[in-house]
């Protein structure tokens, strides 16, 4: 294609054309969105407007069914924000998530639940258990694993004392940025702020560039660049959140030892979720303290043939019995397969609560 004035303005022409239609079919689309509210209101006045299943559903046939140029990824996150501003139209949705601002779990929350949701950062993971619980807010979004950290032991303690369920995952990318301020003398960085697991994600590339510098653990990513801004010394590990939050600037990017490293987040709320298609199961098991007990409760997933995709132990903070299990696998409670299978592990178990079936994450 040449690049002489008029192939552009007619292209622009064209865009602007393209971009009309677009709205139109967007205004619709918003319309039809008021008027799926408008029957669910009819039906139960106490229904919910999210319906993460219907999202999943939608993101998935997007990225079927996407041609290019743009890329399925991309292509989804469009119809994310499209689909969250339809919501917003509906019910203006209010998430709690383990803050502060900037912190990656709040990118996480952007990503599940677009940019209409009204997000609401909590001090600890507890605190967004118990605003869930008393209703102050929709949802809540708390990490759960990372790939080169593993399990945060905190939220699946707080799911033992909770009547939460799960009702939604979503992994985020965790790439980590050395940050400075615009007053940091960049050849004389002696001190690093960071979270703990970020300083673990990025131990070998510290030791390697900053071996000298003191390294100060901080509350989260977002504190560290905080405490930086102010800091001529200082440098803080942390993501693009953070920095674009206290405006720094990368010194570094992407030091984290892993190129694949992952955190899972998962949605907490209080609904159980139908079907998606594409489902995963969450549940908590309390087994005896006797010889087998792991393979009695493994034997019938085996059998059924049900995947699992994690399965975490932690020590029980009752008498009664000494493992707690924390097992994922790929199905819906409604599934008659699986729904055989938990029937069989609740006999062998001393206790089991499904923490919920919710659909896979898509984007
Ligand atoms: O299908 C619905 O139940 C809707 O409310 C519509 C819609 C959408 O925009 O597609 C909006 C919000 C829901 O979370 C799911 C889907």
Not at 24 to 32: D, F, G, H, K, P
Request: with cysteine; glycine share 4%.
């Amino acid at each position: 294609m040449s690049d002489t004035p008029r192939d552009l303005e007619e292209l622009r022409k064209r865009i602007d054309e393209l971009d009309l239609d677009i709205m139109r079919l967007i205004s619709e689309r918003a319309t039809c969105a008021q008027q799926v509210a408008e029957i669910k209101t009819e039906r139960d006045p106490d229904a919910a407007f999210y319906r993460p299943e219907r999202e999943a559903q939608v993101l998935r046939r997007i990225m079927a069914l996407n041609q290019g140029p743009l890329d399925s990824e991309e292509m989804a996150r469009l119809f994310r924000e499209i689909m969250s501003a339809c919501l917003a139209l509906e019910q203006p949705i209010k998430v709690a998530y383990l803050g502060p601002e900037g912190t990656f779990t709040q990118q996480a929350t952007l990503k599940h639940f677009g940019e209409s949701a009204v997000s609401l950062p909590m001090a600890a993971i507890d605190e967004v258990f118990r605003e869930v619980e008393a209703g102050a807010v929709n949802y809540g979004v708390v990490p759960v694993e990372n790939s080169t950290e593993g399990v945060i032991n905190h939220t699946l303690d707080s799911f033992m004392d909770s009547s939460l369920r799960i009702s939604g995952e979503v992994v985020l990318r965790i790439h980590h940025h050395l940050l400075v301020g615009e007053t940091t003398r960049r050849d004389k960085v002696s001190r690093i702020y960071s979270h703990p697991q970020s300083f673990a994600q990025c131990r070998k590339w510290l030791d390697a560039h900053f071996p000298h510098a003191e390294r100060v653990p901080v509350s989260s990513n977002a504190e560290a660049a905080r405490l930086v801004k102010t800091e001529w010394h200082s440098a803080a590990i942390a993501g693009d959140m953070a920095a674009k939050l206290y405006g720094l600037t990368r010194l570094a990017e992407k030091i984290e030892d892993r190129p694949d490293n992952s955190t899972r987040f998962l949605i907490i709320g209080s609904h159980e979720v139908p079907m998606s298609g594409e489902d995963k199961t969450s549940v908590v098991v309390a087994m005896r303290n006797q010889p087998g007990a792991l393979h009695d409760l493994l034997e019938p997933f085996h059998r059924h043939q049900i995947d699992l995709t994690r399965l975490e132990t932690r020590p029980s903070r009752s008498g009664v019995w000494n493992y707690v299990f924390f097992i994922d696998f790929k199905g819906h409670r409604d599934e008659p397969r699986v729904t055989a299978v938990l029937d069989e592990v609740r006999l062998r178990a001393a206790e089991l609560k499904v923490l919920g079936s919710y659909p896979m994450g898509v984007l």
